[in-house]
């Protein structure tokens, strides 16, 4: 498979100059990388200018609720575990709406992989603070700043025992390339938290703003991101300086491995036409 | 009324009342005798006052009495609080000695439980046998099946366990037999029946399966769960998952995703649990992905009365989803009803890519029924799928393909070679956003117009008794169709009922015809608000003449439901 492959014929509906056109190339780079085709992977997202991601890429799309992506992706991996499942989605999305989702799949370690489109605002309402807005940012509601305590995605996923946990940066499309192929061959569930500038409503984190700070953790090579300890220390640096980067990462048991779905039919496979339960009303009697 | 008795159980949450309960139905059945049980449980582990109440008749019944002939009572205060539901000529069978009782009640037969139990068992553990034992007694059951069930119930226990309990269950039946001389109690044998012993989520389990379901996913919630556990049960045998999801919001969207990728899916959940998933059903019919859903209602608003039962959910469920859009809505009557409509509802989901609900309720999903069994050729699978074979012909695939029935040929992912877009936003054939005004007004009719014009050539009949001759006609859903029945068969010629298993889209075709120029129309509803008398008026214009409601959190029976009607002075 080679990239254009990957070209859809839908319209781009984004602001020029967003950072979500550098997080759409750098999906087709890993897909081309994980060399699967287009049939065989499916892109599920929930409402905001990232979940529009799955339109424009010729891949399997279900865009489907606000917040609720992750399970509508749960459930159709586990009805056909030979996709590979990809949920693009927002701060607002899978921090705000969807959090409890977010919570819970992490649990769960269902294989998919999880691409957050980080801007730290809402875009889609135009300009009010999300989960990951920096404290005191003053919007059209927030008029005297922000007062809740930003949630903190990476530390979070650690602390719950996410066996992936990433943080790309949109204008790096090429480390944000190798961090979503990585994420996509890692066995369970994978967060890659994606820092993006929003050149309409964030006035505060942008290119200028990132590119003084982000550096690659894995360029150290002393930096062991199997080690929770460092790795959540690392998860917890932001202001001067910002890593980027594979920040934790931990083999553990899938939910495919739990249930065994790998030694029965696919879901989708099973001939359903005539189910025998002769036997199942028997244990009526 | 018919011949037969009806028995209660009463007494605290933990003491076994349901265990009794489910022994004595087993007996009774395995006597050739036709039974009908309810629970009637507060929402809580241990304590309270609970019962179980059990209806035996030589013919077929599928409604409880109002009144007890026998009611045992396992505590003190189950005697004062049942002793006004005791039938004319009835008992209370009571432990006078364990619960220092010394005074003069005519209404009590003393068995001594507690002493019975120690004698043979050394605990009180085992009065529970007793009471069973005691119940057949009085009944006068073949003490063999008295034996049988108690070795089935306690199957998995060591044998010493088993031969205790049987000994005390004897030491219950003959204590009975002897000492209560009067055979006023004494139900016919008949041949042993084969009929099957289930409840009404225990058929919309088995027709989940039967529909060939793959994916279960849903968050417990009384009424419905007895569903998620049957369907777990069995999960592993026809390769199910069943998932329990973090809340309601993720168990119909993961059932939605499930569904998309081509796994027939279902969820269930009570009207609270509804109320989080309504989003979700308009996504459904937003991505046309087929999914079936449950709500076994239970009395609200917010938490309501989580065990017990009501019908107040019609209005929500009819209105349940932002925007316009086809779906269905069953309200099973019966339990046989409950399994074929829910294998139907898969078929119907499938085949028009809706949402497709099933609505009982605490009274149909808890009570516990003898029936025949299923005929499994009328529960038939029609798969409405590109299936894989034909999938490899397939080129320039558009999910929302425009046609005449609005339904476009449904392709499940990676089977075909093209890619497949489905949103929740408004799209194009493609799947593809749009905000096209021409475009809008296709994907309107499509999902709504075209798919309801092709849902009434579905619609589930409703069952009639009597209805021509019938003065009076008696109109319900749901789990009130054995009470209208037999209310119906009480009240004589003048009297006939008109049952709906489909509420949605609502029977007016068939409807009308049988409710013209009828003298007297009466709903029969367990809500406050006469919600199926509104909906007849806004969809048929027929008014109906008055309603008969019951939202006490409490099932109908016909002793109710009759007095109503003399109340009502209605002939």
């Not at chain 1, 489907?64 to 586990?78: N, Q, T, Y």
């Not at chain 1, 769960?108 to 603070?129: E, H, M, P, S």
Request: glycine letters at 8%; charged letters at 25%; hydrophobic letters at 40%.
């Amino acid at each position: 498979m080679n990239i254009n492959d990957l070209k859809s014929n839908d319209e781009i509906a984004w602001c020029p100059g967003c950072g979500d056109f550098g997080i759409l190339n750098a999906c087709k780079k890993a897909l081309v990388a994980i060399d699967r085709q287009p049939k065989d992977i499916l892109f599920v997202s929930g409402i905001g200018q990232a979940a529009k991601l799955p339109h424009y890429i010729r891949c399997n799309c279900f865009n489907g609720l606000h917040g609720r992506a992750l399970p509508a992706a749960v459930g159709a991996k586990i009805a056909n575990h030979n996709l590979t499942v990809i949920v693009t989605t927002g701060d607002g999305d899978c921090y705000g709406e969807g959090g409890n989702h977010l919570l819970h799949n992490i649990r769960r370690n269902v294989d998919i992989t999880v691409i957050v489109c980080n801007n730290q605002i809402y875009g889609l309402t135009k300009g009010q603070a999300s989960p990951t807005t920096d404290l005191g940012y003053e919007t059209k509601v927030q008029v005297d700043g922000v007062i809740l305590e930003p949630l903190h995605p990476l530390e979070m996923a650690i602390a719950l025992g996410c066996g992936f946990v990433a943080r790309g940066y949109s204008a790096d499309s090429e480390h944000l390339s190798w961090l979503i192929t990585e994420g996509i061959k890692h066995k369970g569930f994978s967060l890659i938290d994606v820092l993006q500038p929003c050149v309409s409503f964030n006035k505060k984190n942008t290119y200028e703003w990132y590119a003084k700070r982000v550096y690659k953790v894995n360029a150290d090579a002393s930096y062991n991101p199997q080690d929770k300890a460092a790795a959540y220390q690392k998860a917890a640096e932001w202001g001067e300086r910002i890593p980027i980067g594979l920040i934790y990462r931990q083999e553990k048991k899938t939910y495919e491995d739990r249930r065994g779905l790998n030694e029965s039919n696919l879901l989708i496979d099973e001939d359903i036409k005539d189910m025998d339960i002769r036997k199942e009303l028997g244990e009526f009697f | 009324m018919d011949e037969g008795i009806t028995i209660k159980i009463a007494g605290q949450a933990g003491q076994g009342i349901q265990t009794i309960g489910a022994a004595l139905c087993n007996i009774f059945k395995r006597s050739g005798l036709h039974i009908f049980a309810s629970q009637d449980y507060m929402s809580r582990i241990r304590g309270g006052n609970n019962f179980f109440q059990l209806r035996v008749s030589g013919k077929p019944i599928s409604t409880l009495r109002q009144k007890s002939d026998i009611t045992a009572a396992l505590d003190k205060e189950s005697v004062q609080l049942h002793r006004n539901d005791v039938a004319s000529g009835g008992i209370i069978v009571f432990d006078k000695a364990k619960f220092n009782f010394s005074g003069q009640d005519n209404l009590l037969f003393d068995v001594p439980f507690y002493s019975l139990a120690n004698a043979i068992g050394e605990s009180d553990i085992f009065i529970n046998s007793v009471c069973c034992g005691a119940v057949a007694g009085l009944a006068r059951i073949n003490p063999d099946y008295l034996e049988l069930v108690i070795r089935d119930l306690f199957a998995e226990k060591d044998e010493e366990i088993i031969s205790k309990n049987v000994k005390a269950a004897q030491a219950g039946y003959n204590f009975a037999r002897d000492n209560f001389k009067d055979d006023k109690f004494k139900v016919a044998p008949a041949p042993a029946g084969k009929n099957l012993l289930m409840n009404g989520n225990d058929a919309i389990a088995l027709g989940a399966i039967r529909a060939g379901c793959k994916f279960y996913s849903a968050y417990p919630m009384s009424p419905s769960t007895g569903i998620m556990n049957v369907v777990a049960h069995y999960a592993n045998r026809f390769n199910i998952i069943v998932e329990q999801a973090e809340d309601e919001i993720a168990a119909i969207n993961m059932v939605i995703g499930a569904s998309f990728a081509g796994a027939r899916s279902m969820t269930a959940t009570s009207g609270g649990g509804l109320a989080l998933m309504v989003e979700g059903l308009s996504l459904a019919a937003m991505t046309e992905t087929p999914v079936v859903v449950v709500d076994a209602q239970r009395p609200a608003p917010a938490t309501g009365f989580p065990t017990r039962t009501e019908q107040a959910d019609l209005n929500f469920l009819i209105h349940a989803g932002h925007g316009e859009f086809a779906k269905v809505i069953y309200a099973p009557g019966t339990i046989q009803e409950a399994f074929y409509l829910t294998v139907k509802a898969f078929n119907i989901a499938e085949k028009y890519q809706i949402p497709v609900l099933i609505m009982t309720d605490q009274h149909l999903a808890d009570s516990l029924q003898d029936i025949e069994g299923f005929d499994l050729n009328k529960a038939g699978v029609r798969r409405f799928i590109i299936s894989k074979e034909d999938s490899k012909k397939i080129s320039g695939y558009k999910r929302y393909q425009l046609t005449d029935s609005g339904i476009s040929p449904r392709a499940i992912p990676s089977w075909i070679e093209d890619v497949i877009y489905a949103d929740s936003d408004e799209h194009n054939e493609e799947g593809h956003i749009t905000e096209e005004a021409q475009m809008r007004i296709q994907m309107v009719k499509k999902r709504f117009y075209r798919k309801m014009a092709g849902l009434a050539q579905e619609t589930e009949k409703p069952t009639v008794y009597n209805a021509e001759k019938a003065q009076t006609l008696l109109l319900g859903f749901g789990s009130t169709y054995g009470v209208l029945k037999e209310t119906c068969e009480v009240l004589g010629k003048d009297f006939g009922f008109v049952h709906l298993s489909q509420v949605w889209p609502f029977p007016s075709l068939e409807l009308s015809p049988l409710l013209k120029n009828k003298k007297n129309v009466l709903t029969v509803e367990n809500n406050a608000g006469s919600q199926l008398a509104g909906l007849l008026m806004r969809e048929t214009g027929i008014k109906a003449n008055r309603s008969i409601l019951r939202y006490d959190g409490r099932p109908f029976n016909p002793d109710y439901l009759i007095e109503q009607i003399k109340a009502e002075q209605i002939k």
